[in-house]
């Protein structure tokens, strides 16, 4: 009994001297930051990022290149409008020279044609001329050879688009003459390094 009033003292003092915890300390908050929901602006998609949100493309689309000389392509309509502003004439001078020759071999074109005159429409072709018979083109290499098959190479077809073929209509390019829709092209070859002479002659014929 006397060791526990001895005893008492000391455990009461021993409990009293343990720290307590501030009174703020309990309602401290946590450090880390609170979890947050996504607002709607970022649940949205980003323009741009979308496989479907492609612009459409700006580039220019490249023209149709013009017809080659010396081939059976044709020109398109939206082309053959273009160059018929004005007459064959201004426009032959303006891409190729001196007019009087093409207008020439028209004409005597025209002529032998309507005459049927093989050798007179022989001698305007420049050889090998291209030709096109039975629809496949192939290449004539003299005035023999294409009088002996000029039936074929100037059908009645391609006979009547000569003849009703008009000079001011015709379509011009610095590759030459065309009648039609490219049956007949008329160009002209250099005789001089300068190119004041030129040797002008049909250099395509057939349908």
Same mark, same amino acid.
């Given at each position: 009994?006397?060791l ?5 003292p000391?455990l009461m ?5 343990q720290p ?5 300390? !309990?309602?401290a908050p &946590?450090?880390?930051p609170p #979890?947050?929901?996504?607002t709607a @602006? =970022?649940?949205?998609?980003q323009?741009?990022?979308?496989p479907?949100a492609?612009e459409?493309s700006?580039a220019?689309t490249?023209d149709?290149?013009?017809?080659? !000389?010396?081939?059976? &392509?044709?020109?398109?309509p #939206?082309d053959a409008s273009?160059? @018929? =502003?004005?007459?064959?004439?201004e426009?032959?001078t303006?891409?190729?020279g001196?007019a009087?020759?093409?207008e ?10 309507a005459?049927?005159?093989r050798?007179?429409v ?6 090998p001329v291209r ?13 023999a ?7 074929r190479?100037?059908t009645p ?6 003849a009703e ?6 379509f ?9 829709q ?5 160009n002209?070859?250099?005789l ?7 040797d002008?002659k ?6």
């Amino acid at each position: 009994m006397r060791l526990i009033k001895i005893l008492l003292p000391t455990l009461m003092l021993a409990a009293c001297s343990q720290p307590t915890p501030p009174a703020n300390e !309990a309602a401290a908050p &946590s450090t880390s930051p609170p #979890a947050t929901a996504p607002t709607a @602006a =970022e649940d949205a998609p980003q323009a741009g990022l979308s496989p479907d949100a492609v612009e459409p493309s700006t580039a220019a689309t490249p023209d149709t290149a013009p017809p080659v !000389a010396g081939t059976d &392509s044709a020109a398109t309509p #939206a082309d053959a409008s273009a160059d @018929a =502003e004005g007459g064959a004439r201004e426009r032959i001078t303006k891409l190729l020279g001196d007019a009087a020759p093409y207008e020439s071999v028209f004409n005597e074109l025209q002529r032998g044609v309507a005459a049927g005159d093989r050798a007179a429409v022989a001698g305007l072709m420049r050889y090998p001329v291209r030709v096109t018979i039975a629809g496949k083109n192939q290449k004539v290499a003299d005035a023999a050879a294409f009088q002996r098959d000029y039936d074929r190479i100037v059908t009645p077809a391609l006979a009547k688009l000569i003849a009703e073929q008009k000079f001011d209509t015709l379509f011009v390019n610095w590759q030459g003459v065309m009648l039609g829709q490219g049956e007949v092209w008329i160009n002209g070859t250099c005789l001089d390094k300068e190119c004041t002479k030129s040797d002008v002659k049909v250099n395509n014929i057939g349908q």
